[in-house]
């Protein structure tokens, strides 16, 4: 059997156990299956040919926890090898900036991005509240190759269009964009990007600056706020850990020391219950409060909120079933 053969079969032995998983992450079997088909093309990737099996449906797994479809093709997430600490080459996810996107669009939110290049008109202004953008992109000018946009892409500005219409802008300037790439564990040039920031610059500059966007906005999203964290972990050169994060939705460095700061996220309840790995009973009173919200048809984003808001009425409120009952249908609305 060749062994091309043999590691189908290895990913196809790990993904097939996580089917139902799947199928409640993707809201059906029909994407459920779709997904296991793209996580299985994903695997066999020959830039992941050196990664573990297992390591590669972990973080296919957290993707399809942000119902995110990872492969080169939708750029919506990436599966990537990275060698630890100790030497051992594991995959990684990476959100692409099209991710970032399809995210915010799911609860409402529009944003746009450009990348903005020596030989392209650009002007900003802000006169107190009201802010002006000028852009025009002089296509005919600007050159594909690598060299050429790194030495010409000056900004990258995205536009957010809030849920209530509100136009949010930010302009991301190259000093903060090399700021951000310097940060890589890989990146130790100053003069000049490599890999991945040399052949993709403009597009590596482009997530960057939706990042720090999303970052400034007020969203309550526990998708968002996982994606990020998992993000920032990548983009600092560790890995996050999978396995947890998969059972208890919280985003920890898989390598971090005992001393070191842990990156910890709100946990999402919600997919704590689904993965069946929590006991109820050791439930915090605002993780009980957002399960009673969400139970009653709230959506997770807004319990999540609410809950966190409300932390301290957490107990009172979930002792007066005829108030829940009201801040549902109020929230629900």
Avoid at 134 to 144: A, I, K, L, M, V
Avoid at 153 to 167: N, S, W, Y
Avoid at 174 to 196: A, C, F, M, T, Y
Wanted: charged share 25%; glycine share 6%; net charge neutral.
């Amino acid at each position: 059997m060749s062994n091309i053969m043999t590691r189908e079969n290895e990913l196809k032995q790990l993904i097939i156990p996580k089917r139902k998983m799947l199928d409640t992450l993707m809201g059906d079997k029909t994407r459920g299956a779709k997904f296991a088909a793209t996580l299985l093309q994903a695997g066999l990737d020959y830039n992941l040919r050196n990664c573990s099996t297992k390591s590669i449906v972990e973080a296919g797994i957290a993707a399809g926890m942000l119902k995110l479809m990872p492969g080169k093709e939708l750029g919506l997430a990436y599966l990537v090898p990275y060698k630890t600490k100790t030497g051992e080459t594991v995959c990684q996810l990476q959100i692409g900036w099209r991710g970032y996107i399809t995210m915010l669009e799911r609860i409402g939110w529009h944003l746009k991005a450009y990348a903005v290049y020596s030989v392209d008109e650009f002007d900003y202004e802000i006169n107190g509240w009201e802010e002006k953008l000028t852009f025009r992109p002089n296509y005919e000018s600007r050159q594909s190759n690598p060299e050429w946009i790194y030495q010409n892409l000056e900004k990258v500005v995205t536009i957010v269009k809030a849920r209530d219409g509100e136009i949010l802008y930010n302009v991301m300037t190259k000093q903060e964009i090399e700021k951000i790439r310097l940060k890589s564990q890989n990146q130790k040039d100053h003069s000049r990007p490599s890999g991945v920031w040399f052949e993709w610059y403009e597009q590596m500059a482009i997530k960057s600056a939706i990042k720090r966007h999303i970052k400034r906005l007020p969203i309550a999203n526990d998708d968002v706020t996982v994606a990020l964290g998992l993000d920032d972990i990548a983009e600092r050169g560790s890995i996050p850990d999978y396995q947890k994060f998969q059972k208890e939705a919280v985003v920890v460095e898989v390598d971090a020391t005992a001393d070191a700061p842990q990156l910890e996220q709100p946990k999402d309840v919600n997919a704590m219950l689904l993965s069946g790995a929590v006991d109820t009973n050791q439930m915090t009173p605002e993780q009980e409060l957002t399960k009673a919200l969400i139970d009653r048809g709230v959506a997770r984003s807004k319990a999540l909120q609410y809950a966190k808001e409300n932390a301290e009425q957490a107990n009172s409120l979930l002792s007066d079933l005829g108030s829940l009952d009201a801040i549902s249908e109020e929230l629900r609305g």
